[in-house]
């Protein structure tokens, strides 16, 4: 890590990630300019964040005079491949990387890296629960990276014989070169097709998290999902698959039977956890748990902490978290849910009668499996956001211009607060589901979800 000092680092953006990278960078000697899009009065808490640390601004746009003299550029998550000051580094020669490709080339412990196009973050919150449940007294399982914390934050205190539980977007996995020691893939799903364009680029994207792996590492996929199980040919080391029925092969896999979550090395079979232990609610949280616990099957931990870990996992922010129950109506903050097929899996879990409140900034993804869906279950449902007239636009054209549900359409999610307490029914559940990304108004899902919450508490 002492190689940082007298290095000129450039991080493009002042957000979660790279506030990490920024921090990373300050501790280890380099010079920094930290550049943002947003205009520097918008920016004065990050300001005061780093006041007396070698800390340069550059604010409100990315000149491309930064990358004078630069040893390095730095993405935090989200930041498209296609900026100019992106492009112009790649031209230059320069290297691009991000706080998750400098963690893994720094960390000593091992790391379990979690990725998919779905359930990433509730798996890599179980996964953790397990790894905690089962680590000995004087190890410590981390969890963090594309989900709550950026685990360069925490590279110093992290032990050898420690354990790391990381998410991985396919935004940090665009820059990576180097693999975790056990990689899993959930599934892969259109989504994000606004960055990578193509599902062939995306899937690219996701693969990266085998391309390093070695002999000795582990590979987890999902058996049942074609563009999973389609990169089983790229697996270097051992490979166990998970999914709901039994696949009835010789090769070590996860399935459910009995009502049990078993595993198999190909010819014993053993239960793990009962399918009862799971306090999620929904199909898809089911198969979370099963590869959560090919993780603790790979590492061979005691199915008794499998279990515990498993039953401590209650809820997940911003995951279909039940914010309120007010008059009879309950209302839910799933603002994670940035793709239409999330909507689905929370319509599914959550059931019917149902306010449906859809939005923010469209991904460039498919609507019609959520159209056919709205038409089947017709629910009511309110858009917001900058995606609202594309939404409306594309659930019209599917029914023809009469949909058997009523649809509302308004500017703000404070709107569609409102409008929702006015529409709901006791006996009805208000859900957000927005199946778009929150940047159309605010900083990430985290905020969006935050300010749901808090719409929601505020009705009278």
Known sequence: MDHWQGKHAIVVGAARQGLASTRFFARHGARVILTDKQPESELNQVKQMFKGLPVEFAFGGHPLELLDGADVLCLSGGVPLTLPIVTEAEKRGIPIT??????????????????????????????????????????????????????????????????????????????????????????????????????????????????????????????????????????????????????????????????????????LIKE?????????????????????????????????????????????????????????????????????????????????????LLGGRDKDLPWDDLAKLLHTVEPKVILFGEAAELIQNELLAYENGEPPYRVWKVKTLSEAVRLAGDSAASGESVLLSPGGTSFDAYKDFEARGEHFRQLVEELS
């Open 98 to 267: 991000n706080d998750s490709q400098i963690f893994m080339e720094s960390v000593k412990a091992k790391v379990i890296g979690i990725t998919g196009s779905a359930g990433k973050t509730t798996t890599t919150m179980l996964t953790g629960a397990v790894a905690k449940a089962a680590m000995e007294p004087c190890v410590k399982a981390w969890v963090g990276g594309n989900i709550g914390m950026p685990m360069i934050d925490h590279l110093e205190e992290i032990e050898p014989e420690d354990w790391v539980v990381l998410e991985l977007s396919s935004f940090q996995l665009d820059q990576m070169t180097i693999s975790p020691q056990i990689a899993v893939i959930l599934n892969i799903t259109p989504n994000h097709l606004d960055r990578h364009k193509t599902m062939q680029a995306y899937t690219e994207a996701k693969a990266r998290i085998l391309a390093f792996q070695g002999e000795d590492t582990i590979a987890i996929l999902n058996r049942e999902d074609s563009g999973s199980i389609g990169l089983k040919n790229r697996v270097k080391g051992r490979l166990i698959t998970f999914g709901f029925n039994n696949p009835d092969t010789h090769e070590p896999a996860i399935f459910i039977q009995d009502d049990f979550i078993c595993f198999t090395d190909g010819s």
């Open 272 to 356: 793990l956890v009962p399918v009862s232990s799971l306090k999620l609610s929904g199909r898809h949280n089911l198969a979370n748990a099963m590869a959560a616990c090919a993780v603790g099957a790979a590492l061979g931990f005691d199915p008794h902490a499998m279990r515990q870990g498993i039953e401590s996992v209650t809820g997940v922010p911003h995951r279909l978290e039940l914010v309120r129950e007010k008059d009879g109506v309950r209302w839910y903050n799933d603002s994670i849910a940035t793709a239409p097929e999330r909507v689905m899996a929370a319509m599914q879990a959550i059931g019917n009668p149902l306010v449906l």
